[in-house]
């Protein structure tokens, strides 16, 4: 039997549909899906990305659940990397607060990924808490005196460190300012894209193309959105100064149209 295939995180692939840790630095010590109960307040648990992070200013661990769905669609997998389809359902909402994080993640430089969360593990990153959406059939909370409180996500504002990589300066404000509304289409032309790559551009398309063959060395043909998380887990591509950039260049249709294989429908092979 084929083994199942985790649904796309990507938030191109989305369809439309803790505690008050803010304005922080931290460290995602490990993100893993887990079915959430939202400590006891439903039911029946809804799929949740869990992530474990610790604060890099106080030391303090803390955990934030972001949903995503519900179980008559999505469940997690076995070991908690990836969610795997049980319903009819065809993609995950893009309102969803789990996927708002990782639109969020992607806008701020990290390159796109396939199923697997565990790329996640060990980024450093500044988080802030922004206003959530307007969604329907989602019941409005109010403050004490009777006024509607105001729904937050807390969401990455910076990368600071991808997995693996030393840390850069603080995402930290120096003044206050008012919370935002989570974007719809922010990021775009971000100057993170080329943030930890250092050296020419020329030796990152190596690395890349050493990759890729090696890769269609071990596998028949792969597909173009499994690549970043294939890359990120490579020895040789974690070992290059030029990872992020090769992370990136495996995405690119451009690269991929140009290398000694064959790029159609979205897959590359010999």
Known sequence: MAEQKGVSLNPEDAVEGGGLLDDADVLWSEARFETWD???KVKIPVPALKISMVDQDTKEEAVQYYSMGNTSNWMPSPDG????PVGKAEGIRASSNG???IKSLQDAGFPNIGNDVSIFDGLTCHMERVAAPARAGIKKKTNEDGSERTQ???VVTKILAMPGEAKKGS????GGSKKKAAPKDAGKGNSADTAGDTGDAGD???VATDFILRTLGDLEKVSKKDLPTLAFKDDEVKGSEHRNAVVKLVYD???LSSGPWSFKDDEVSM
């Open 81 to 84: 990397t990836g969610l795997l």
């Open 99 to 101: 996927m708002i994080l």
């Open 253 to 255: 249709p451009d690269f």
């Open 204 to 206: 990152a398309e190596a």
């Open 171 to 174: 995402g930290k404000k120096t």
């Open 152 to 154: 937050t996500i807390l």
């Open 38 to 40: 939202y400590n006891g």
